[in-house]
């Protein structure tokens, strides 16, 4: 099984993103995590389901 994913597969949302739309993320790429980026697209945090 690959543990690598494409980056628009990978689930994110921007850091002024509601609490709603990171469960929307997560729910529809069914990874468990959303990462949070920042406005230049670069991780700043991550979100689980868990």
């Not at 993103?17 to 230049?40: C, H, M, Q, R, Y």
């Amino acid at each position: 099984r690959d543990i690598m994913r494409k980056a628009d597969q990978v689930p994110s949302i921007h850091d002024q993103a509601l609490l709603s739309d990171a469960v929307l993320e997560i729910s529809l790429k069914g990874l468990g995590f959303t990462a949070i980026v920042d406005k230049n697209s670069k991780p700043i945090g991550i979100f689980t389901d868990g």
